[in-house]
């Protein structure tokens, strides 16, 4: 609960599906949360920022929560 990913957990449950990419060429880990029976499917975005396996909340299709439709560019390698 002291992390998004643990908030996120706690208040609406188990994802129904978690895309993991924890190796691509030109991002930081992150993580992808899908659950389908909120407001009919939201996505939770998670980003390992700092390379230390703290993941953030980078964006959010659920109404209330953080977004951020650029999100991807927080975890680029590039930038």
Known sequence: YLTDRGRI???YGQPDQ???YP???QYKPYEIWFYNQIEGGVY???GD????GNYVLLNSTKKGEFRNDNWMDRI????
């Open 23 to 25: 190796n691509e060429s």
């Open 18 to 20: 978690r895309d993991l």
């Open 44 to 46: 939770f975005y998670f």
């Open 76 to 79: 680029s390698i590039d930038k």
């Open 49 to 52: 920022l700092s390379g230390f």
């Open 9 to 11: 957990y706690l208040t």
